[in-house]
């Protein structure tokens, strides 16, 4: 079991590794296919920290609590519809009130 623990953290090791360097080969191959250095090229995410404040940018569009907090009331107020939520909760209803009632009849 320790050879097969050993084993499998060694592979998730050299793919992880695979995968990071993978993106740094794409990430060159980007900036060799333009030919030349953009100043003004952005990049997809950015991370500041400012007086103990992060800013979070993504495609050069700002993210801030208050933008997911709007977005959360917005989707409450349309009421979404989640048809494997809704199963989900009368599936667990429905097994809860069958065990309860099993329970009561072994318990009589």
Known sequence: MKL???KSLMIAAVMFIS????MQLANDGIH???GYDDPEFEN????TDMNHKTNISLF??????HDLQAKKKKLEKM???NIFSTAGKKMSDGISK???KILNSIAN
């Open 60 to 65: 050069g569009n700002d993210v801030s609590s």
């Open 4 to 6: 097969f623990m050993l």
């Open 19 to 22: 995968v990071l360097a993978g």
């Open 44 to 47: 997809t995410t950015s991370l």
């Open 79 to 81: 009421n979404a519809f």
């Open 32 to 34: 060799k296919l333009r």
């Open 98 to 100: 069958t065990s309860e």
